[in-house]
């Protein structure tokens, strides 16, 4: 089974402006790793449909699954379903069904501003599950989620249970040292070269009591990843922490 592959597409003034801080990415991330799918690339935006529409369009051609995040409100700047329909050549249209979810929920406080949030490109799936009734939009390989990261998170298990396992789930060992990385260099080097189906990465941490180098070893094959741990460990001097699972 070929690797299945991801890219993530952030919309929003407020990320780029900084007045919000980016939350979304590392939950993404770490849900689409026990999937056996892989987040290669991530895009960041403003609330400019143009922009938006070159990039979900790069983005649906190079990835098996693509992943937005916000512009899906009411307000003049949520734009990203527009700016999706135009990059599939499909009109936007108010979903009846969609429409009369709202209406129900907002009743005589339903305005024209809560019926925006109806509008779907057309051809475009609404995903749900026995426990998320709320609907998620799914353009082909492009799923649409909110930006408020509560709901982005909510969303995020329609999106998890309707794609499915895409293949092995990731596995991760790491290995906390007390040897910096100008050390560890050459014993990476011998894992990298023995294990290149292991993907090894190495991270300082600056002032920190209980080591100074986290080391992580990744794959989708469980022996292999844990065969280049326990060879990285085996290079340590004597006294080095062993490896822990995470």
Request: aromatic letters at 6%; one cysteine or more.
């Amino acid at each position: 089974m070929s690797l299945k592959t991801a890219a993530a597409l952030v919309i929003g003034n407020e990320i780029l402006s900084g007045k919000i801080e980016e939350e979304n990415l590392v939950v993404l991330a770490r849900a689409l790793r026990p999937l056996g799918v892989r987040l290669q690339r991530v895009i960041i935006v403003e609330d400019v449909i143009d922009e938006i529409v070159r990039a979900v369009r790069e983005l649906s051609a190079a990835y098996d699954l693509v992943v937005t995040s916000g512009g899906v409100g009411p307000t003049h700047d949520d734009v990203t379903v527009e700016a999706v329909g135009q990059a599939f050549s499909a009109p936007v249209v108010s979903h009846p069904h969609l429409e009369a979810m709202i209406r129900g929920h907002y009743g005589s406080r339903c305005t024209d501003g809560h019926l925006r949030m109806a509008l779907v490109p057309s051809g475009a799936s609404l995903e749900t599950t026995k426990d998320v009734a709320w609907p998620t939009i799914r353009m082909r390989n492009v799923w649409l989620l909110p930006g408020v990261p509560e709901i982005f998170r909510l969303k995020l298990e329609v999106l998890k249970e309707n794609f499915g396992r895409a293949g092995p789930a990731f596995v991760t060992r790491a290995v906390y040292t007390q040897m910096d990385e100008g050390h560890l260099r050459p014993l990476l080097d011998a894992v990298v070269a023995q294990f290149p189906d292991v993907e090894v990465g190495s991270y300082p941490k600056w002032h920190h009591d209980s080591y100074k180098t986290k080391l992580t070893f990744d794959g989708q094959e469980a022996q292999r990843v844990k065969a280049a741990c326990e060879a990285f460990v085996a290079l340590l001097p004597d006294g080095e922490p062993q490896d822990f699972s995470e």
